[in-house]
T-cell receptor, first 112, second 113 residues
Framework: GEDVEQSLFLSVREGDSSVINCTYT??????LYWYKQEPGAGLQLLTY?????DMKQDQRLTVLLNKKDKHLSLRIADTQTGDSAIYFC????????????FGTGTQLKVEL | EAGVTQSPTHLIKTRGQQATLRCSPISGHTSVYWYQQALGLGLQFLLWYDEGEERNRGNFPPRFSGRQFPNYSSELNVNALELEDSALYLC???FGPGRDEQFFGPGTRLTVL
């Protein structure tokens, strides 16, 4: 079955690294995504990783995928106040009719 | 390049009425998706349209329906509105089946009184 879980809150200081974690249960995921949602706004696609990859780096963002443990993480280096938002992981399933299953979202608060 | 656009930004209706929400995909995208983001329920998949056809449907009652037009824009209709339908409705688009990256619009905030 499909179930994607995230911790609800994360607080970091400006300049530190943030690590947001996500676990999923369906091993037939094809792509795993990270989206960012700022207050009152839609979802911004940050990055994604194909399920046969272990890591993907894109500027300040690093995605790590552990398929064995069904664990996905997003690391934001040098976190800034503008990174404060809710971060959602999502999985797209092979044969899942193109729907994305989202996690509960992690609210990241960046303090000065 | 213009992103996904949605209208209206806000919509206020009363219980029992019908709501129509609109979405225009990114140019070149043929697939449109609808998601509901309700307080306490997270983001739930509603519908997927591609090339004018409904391709997949989430676990929502039949009073949630929609369509996709020849220009790939889409409408979501919600009939017999209930208080629990109050939510942010997000539309996304992609290049089509097998191209999974979905890009989202800003959403329509539906409030049912």
């Amino acid at each position: 079955g499909e179930d994607v879980e995230q911790s609800l809150f994360l607080s970091v200081r400006e300049g530190d690294s943030s690590v947001i974690n996500c676990t999923y249960t369906d091993s037939s995921s094809t792509y795993l995504y990270w989206y960012k949602q700022e207050p009152g706004a839609g979802l911004q696609l940050l990055t994604y990783i194909f399920s046969n990859m272990d890591m993907k780096q894109d500027q300040r963002l690093t995605v790590l995928l552990n398929k064995k443990d069904k664990h996905l993480s997003l690391r934001i280096a040098d976190t800034q106040t503008g990174d404060s938002a809710i971060y959602f992981c999502a999985e797209g399933l092979k044969g899942g009719g193109n729907k994305l299953t989202f996690g509960t979202g992690t609210q990241l608060k960046v303090e000065l | 390049e213009a992103g996904v656009t949605q209208s209206p930004t806000h919509l206020i209706k009363t219980r029992g009425q019908q709501a129509t929400l609109r979405c225009s995909p990114i140019s070149g995208h043929t697939s449109v998706y609808w998601y509901q983001q309700a307080l306490g329920l997270g983001l739930q998949f509603l519908l997927w349209y591609d090339e004018g056809e409904e391709r997949n449907r989430g676990n929502f009652p039949p009073r949630f329906s929609g369509r996709q037009f020849p220009n790939y824009s889409s409408e979501l209709n919600v009939n017999a509105l209930e208080l629990e339908d109050s939510a942010l409705y997000l539309c996304a688009s992609s290049f089509g089946p097998g191209r999974d990256e979905q890009f989202f619009g800003p959403g329509t905030r539906l409030t049912v009184l």
